[in-house]
């Protein structure tokens, strides 16, 4: 049975089968999308999605769509090879794990990578920056937290946290998604003083999507207890 499911920000899932043809990809109800057309001639072990819509994926595969290849590889928005991403191996990979920085570890049986020496475990750079800021619109008490490019996606709505020293975190409430961002209303946060917010997120990855990831971004804001359109920015990750 299939055990690599991710969400598609367009409410799709992207699944990753143990055998032929390896990938598939469903419609919210449950149906087949046929336009998704990559195939592997065996199954995939791990499957990682960036916030901007890439994914990589990795497994036992020898070729896909017909031509050889051993290493992983880097899908589309749409599901089509990238082929900008090159990366040569002398063997496969099993499994990945995307850092917060959009950085990708990766772990398998190898002995070279790009005709460099790597035994077992690599490490490659990301090739767009991790985007991700918190931001609070003091007007409306709300929190938006944005994410993108090579950022790893997210596979649950995040929480977001609040304090009042910046070390210890309470929970406020899950964030829901517009669009391209997240956003939590009536934030009940002080007045007239300094807090902390902190979003908590969890990313998917390792082999059969065993392994997740902590994801954290953390905003040092300020609310004048009146209505004000001031949006306070200069978010960074924890």
């Known amino acids: 049975p299939p055990r690599l499911f991710s969400p598609q920000d367009d409410g799709r899932i992207l699944v990753g089968l143990p055998q032929a043809p390896g990938l598939l990809r469903l419609f919210p109800g449950g149906g087949l999308d046929a336009s998704l057309t990559t195939t592997f001639d065996s199954g995939l072990s791990s ?3 960036q916030a901007d819509g890439r994914f990589y994926v990795a497994g036992t595969y020898t070729s896909v769509n017909g031509t050889s290849s051993y290493g992983p590889q880097r899908l589309n928005t749409v599901g089509v090879i ?6 040569t191996s002398d063997g496969q990979t099993y499994l990945f794990v995307q850092r917060a920085d959009g950085k990708l570890w990766g772990g ?7 005709g460099q020496p790597r035994d077992f475990v690599y490490r490659l750079s990301a090739t767009t920056p991790a985007v991700q800021a918190l931001t609070w619109n003091d007007a409306q008490r709300t929190a938006l937290w944005t994410q993108g490019k090579a950022s790893p996606a997210v596979v649950r709505p995040p929480v977001l946290e ?4 910046g070390t210890t975190f309470t929970e406020v409430g899950s964030m829901t998604r517009f669009g391209t961002f997240w956003s939590l209303s009536k934030v009940p946060v002080p007045t007239g003083m300094p807090f902390y917010l902190r979003v908590r997120a969890y990313t ?5 999507g065993n392994g997740y990831s902590l994801l954290y971004s953390t905003l040092q804001a300020y609310s004048a207890g009146a209505p004000s359109d001031r949006i306070f920015a200069n978010g960074f990750e924890g």
């Open 47 to 49: 499957l990682v999605r």
């Open 82 to 87: 990238d082929p900008t991403f090159v990366m």
């Open 108 to 114: 398998g049986q190898f002995s070279t990578i790009d």
């Open 162 to 165: 609040l304090s009042l020293d």
């Open 204 to 208: 998917a990855g390792g082999f059969y």
